[in-house]
């Protein structure tokens, strides 16, 4: 067996060093750059803000108009008393629901009994006089056809008739004026509604100038709300009305958590409130339940029915001092602030007047210190959610 020249492996190891040399060098050279690279990328990856955004997007919308309104009963009325007198009974118990006409308490009826006995008596002795006066006179119409009385005697005599006539028309007058201020004695309620506390306590005495009377009276069934709505939705909502008059109408609770009563527009006021800028409008609710309540506040939406619009999530939606405004990521992921004119809301949806196109995306989550400009990183991309 022979034995290999170690001179001859040496100098082969050296040529083969030699050739990977620049092998090497060439590898080095093209890999630095892209390293470089890398590093940049990823230092600018750690720089930009993670976002959660939404595309904005057209599609029909529910036009739906919130505000805040006040229960008002159609009715609220003071129970006072038309005649002084003292108070006997009351017949209601405080918080009762009362009809119309059922009686709420009693004064002291008898002074007014006395004065209508009067009026009728006096009524009486003039319509005896009278009666006793006519027959004069047709006595007289025969005498003077006879020539036994002269004809200003007869003239007088119908004189007297007149004038007596005429006072059975005021003595008619005095006695339904006593017989009137006698039923007053009884109060009844004017409109059904539910009572209050009582503001008087029997065997008192009660005046017809008594500012604070003897009950308050509130209708509550049906029942209304006053909201106001801002100028700029007033052609939107004549739009509405003009189509629709009878436009549906939701009370929500203070939370806006649960739907309290459901009812339609009964009337818009006829003039916009210069001080305010806003227009006052009135809801009807039948309220059998009675879940609406005087002087409640209550959330209101009113419905106008549906139209094309560009919807993003309200989530996206910040408030400046110019006014309202959106974060848009660029194609470079880059956000960059618009302005938006907004319009209805439905739900967490909001419509988009101006200033936004359908497919542009919107920063929804991650807005905290995000400056025009900035670098962001998408995290997710959510579209437009439909509101409740």
């Known amino acids: 067996m022979s034995v290999a020249d170690p001179s001859r492996f040496r100098r082969a190891r050296t040529l083969l060093l030699a050739a990977s040399l620049p092998i090497a060098g060439l590898l080095a050279w093209w890999a630095w750059p892209h390293a470089a690279d890398d590093a940049t990328s990823n230092e600018d990856n750690a720089k930009a803000t993670p976002v959660r ?6 599609e029909p919308l529910q036009l739906r108009l919130k505000a805040i309104g006040t229960v008002t009963p159609l009715h609220n009325v003071v129970v006072r008393s038309r005649v002084d007198g003292e108070l006997l009974k009351l017949h209601f118990h405080e918080g009762q629901h009362v009809d119309a006409g059922t009686l709420l308490a009693q004064i002291d009826p008898r002074p007014y009994q006395v004065l209508l006995a009067q009026a009728q008596g006096t009524q009486q002795q003039n319509l005896a006089e009278l009666e006793n006066a006519e027959r004069q006179l047709q006595r007289f119409r025969e005498l003077q056809a006879q020539d036994y009385v002269s004809a200003q005697e007869l003239s007088d005599q119908q004189s007297k008739v007149r004038q007596l006539q005429g006072r059975r028309q005021s003595d008619q007058a005095t006695v339904d004026e006593a017989r009137l201020q006698l039923q007053y004695t009884r109060i009844t309620a004017p409109v059904s509604g539910r009572v209050g506390l009582r503001r008087v306590d029997m065997g008192n005495l009660v005046r017809s100038s008594d500012a604070d009377g003897l009950v308050t009276l509130a209708q509550t069934a049906p029942i209304s709300v006053l909201f106001t709505v801002p100028e700029p939705e007033l052609p939107a909502l004549l739009d509405a009305v003009r189509t629709q008059p ?11 958590r649960r739907a309290l009563a459901h009812g339609t527009l009964s009337s818009v006021d006829n003039l916009i409130d210069t001080g305010t ?3 006052k ?5 039948a309220n059998a339940d009675e879940a609406l309540f005087p002087n ?3 959330n ?3 419905q106008l029915g549906e139209q094309a619009a560009v919807v993003i999530p309200d989530a996206a939606v910040q408030f400046g001092s110019k006014g309202n405004y959106v974060h848009v ?12 004119v907004l319009g209805p809301a439905d739900g967490t949806r909001v419509s988009v007047h101006s200033g936004l196109q359908a497919g542009e995306k919107v920063v929804v989550e991650g807005i905290d210190g995000l400056e025009d400009g900035s670098a962001v990183r998408i995290i997710t991309e959510d579209a437009a959610q439909a509101g409740t």
């Open 329 to 340: 990521i660029d194609e470079g992921n880059k956000a960059q602030r618009r302005d938006v």
């Open 281 to 285: 409008l009135r809801a009807l609710f």
């Open 53 to 58: 955004v939404a595309r904005a997007s057209a």
């Open 277 to 279: 800028g806003t227009l």
């Open 300 to 302: 209101i939406r009113l």
């Open 246 to 256: 009878a436009l549906a109408v939701q009370a929500w609770d203070r939370e806006e």
């Open 296 to 298: 409640q506040f209550v």
